[in-house]
């Protein structure tokens, strides 16, 4: 599944894709967790919003702001 960001410091759009397994038959609850995220470099949380900083395999650097 893409997922559209904006990098909050240029304020240009970037576009990341979601990938996931699905099983018939799967004998337990299904998570989404954490490992193999490695483009996530820092989260910062304050006011009400997160912070994350991203780091890609080509070198670039975003900010992307989560306002719930």
Do not use: H, N
């Not at 699905?22 to 337990?28: I, R």
């Not at 989260?43 to 702001?65: C, H, I, N, P």
């Amino acid at each position: 599944m893409p997922i559209i960001l904006t990098d909050v410091t240029t304020g240009q759009k970037f576009c990341i894709k979601l990938y996931a397994f699905v099983l018939e038959s799967l004998l337990m609850d299904m998570f989404i967790g954490e490992g193999g995220i490695e483009f996530i470099k820092s989260t910062l949380s304050k006011a009400g919003t997160v912070t994350y900083g991203m780091s890609f395999w080509d070198g670039r650097e975003v900010q992307v702001v989560y306002r719930p």
